[in-house]
């Protein structure tokens, strides 16, 4: 019913740049928030970053704050992750996540992933 796609990962060297993107498609009544979650190996889920839908007033981690950016274009139910200033430990495989409502609830919808590797 709903489909996260992400896109832009790949191979960076420590201090260069890297955009994520995430589009949500399927039948969406109305979105809450977007953001993205990134997981290291043997490590758990980490949050990222988030925007809300309706206002869109944004939360990071800690471990980004000052070099990550998130935005999004809600006429293509579309966020976006900005993320400059890389290094090594912010390799991980980044999951989008969506709250949104299909039927008469929001439920939580996640991405398959995208590996972003930073290299020292």
């Known amino acids: 019913q709903v489909q996260l796609v992400e896109s832009g990962g790949g191979l960076v060297q420590a201090g260069g740049s890297l955009r994520l993107s995430c589009a949500a498609s399927?039948?969406?009544?109305?979105?809450?928030?977007m953001g993205w979650f990134r997981q290291a190996p043997g490590k758990e889920r980490e949050f990222v970053a988030r925007?809300?839908?309706?206002?869109?007033?944004?939360s990071y981690g800690d471990s980004v704050k000052g070099r990550f950016t998130i935005s999004s274009d809600n006429a293509k139910n579309t966020v976006y992750l900005q993320m400059n200033s890389l290094k090594p430990e912010d390799t991980a495989v980044y999951y989008c996540?969506?709250?949104?409502?299909?039927?008469?609830?929001?439920?939580?919808?996640w991405g398959q992933g995208t590996q972003v590797t930073v290299s020292s």
């Open positions: 996540n969506a709250r949104l409502r299909v039927g008469l609830y929001s439920d939580d919808y």
């Open positions: 399927g039948r969406i009544r109305s979105i809450a928030t």
């Open positions: 925007i809300t839908w309706s206002g869109g007033s944004t």
